[in-house]
């Protein structure tokens, strides 16, 4: 795992974006975001009983695997969006980038590859996109029935009881979108 502040210029979004200066775990943490190298399955499993995953499915994000939706899928999830639920990945091939919004309302970027597991709080702005290799397969676990609903950056959405909590939890102010 690598986090770095989002360079903001134009351009692919699977590039690195890299603008040179490396963010810490501990500002990761504080955003709610956590991450956990698990070097085997086992690890994952333990992480997954404290935090009372019952369920996971496994996505292969790729040319060969979604075909010709496979650029308009990349699209979609790099819309900036929330979810209602936390989100778990546990990275089992590639790479790809999570982005996630700080209280400043700027982009940090996450670089995950394999073995890398990171967990997103509920409430919290982010998108996702692999890199230039377009592969990533990865595992993804659930409290209950596997779903996966964004809700798309909207002020209507930054009053959503979700992103309030998440925003009390945190003491930041709701950035204007």
Same mark, same amino acid.
């Given at each position: ?13 699977? +590039?690195?974006?890299?603008? *040179?200066? &490396?963010?810490?775990? &501990?500002? @990761? ?10 070097? !085997?399955? !086992? !690890? ?6 404290? /935090?009372? =995953?019952?369920? /996971?499915?496994?996505?292969?994000? !790729?040319?060969?695997? @979604?075909?010709?939706? =496979? ?16 989100? #778990?990945?546990?990275? @089992?091939? *590639? ?15 996450? /670089? @995950?590859?394999?073995?890398?597991? #990171? ?12 890199? %230039?290799?377009? =592969? #990533? %397969? ?8 596997? %779903? ?16 309030? +909590? ?12």
């Amino acid at each position: 795992m690598k986090a770095y502040w989002f360079d903001n210029q134009a351009g692919d979004q699977r +590039e690195d974006h890299d603008f *040179g200066r &490396s963010v810490d775990t &501990s500002d @990761l943490t504080r955003l709610g975001v956590l991450y956990h190298h698990c070097p !085997s399955v !086992s !690890s994952v499993d333990t992480i997954a009983k404290e /935090r009372n =995953y019952k369920n /996971r499915d496994e996505i292969t994000i !790729s040319p060969e695997k @979604l075909g010709a939706v =496979y650029e308009d899928k990349v699209k979609m999830f790099f819309n900036e969006h929330l979810h209602e639920d936390e989100e #778990i990945r546990y990275i @089992l091939d *590639g790479e790809g980038f999570f982005d996630v919004r700080n209280e400043g309302d700027n982009w940090i970027r996450i /670089r @995950l590859e394999k073995d890398d597991l #990171i967990i997103m709080p509920a409430g919290i702005y982010h998108r996702f996109t692999t890199d %230039k290799k377009n =592969y #990533i %397969k990865a595992m993804r676990l659930f409290k209950d029935d596997a %779903k996966w609903t964004p809700l798309p950056r909207d002020p209507q959405v930054d009053d959503n009881p979700t992103r309030q +909590e998440y925003v009390r939890n945190r003491g930041q102010a709701v950035a204007a979108h």
